[in-house]
């Protein structure tokens, strides 16, 4: 296997993850009414940046999901996933950056959704 290191590489890794992500009965109905096809370009955009260093991302995306209820569970099985999808699909140093900063992303999500939880 290879690592990640191209766009469309970064293109297979989201559309395969999110492919398990809105296949899941925990998961999907977060996703439920989300035009993926839309969505895909913003999401791949992210992971660029994140991992390839690319320019072109704009935004908050924590500010994005802050309406969503979900939980700890939540998290854990979307982290489930997006290791998994990683770990069918590559391997090397991109690779394990993917998953570290998916780790975190995740963290932080969590940390603040429960913060806000919390002050209402």
Do not use: C
């Not at 690779?95 to 995740?106: H, S, V």
């Amino acid at each position: 296997m290879k690592d990640i290191s191209t766009s469309e590489d970064v293109e297979l890794l989201v559309k395969t993850f999110y492919k398990k992500v809105v296949e899941d009965e925990l998961l999907a109905p977060h996703f439920a009414g989300i035009d993926f096809e839309a969505h895909f370009p913003r999401m791949i955009a992210f992971w660029e940046f994140i991992l390839l260093d690319k320019e072109g991302f704009k935004g908050n995306v924590f500010d994005k999901h802050t309406h969503l209820k979900i939980d700890e569970t939540h998290f854990k099985q979307w982290l489930f996933y997006f290791h998994e999808t990683v770990n069918q699909l590559f391997e090397g140093e991109k690779a394990i950056f993917a998953k570290q900063r998916a780790d975190l992303l995740g963290f932080t999500f969590q940390s603040k959704l429960k913060n806000i939880n919390d002050i209402k």
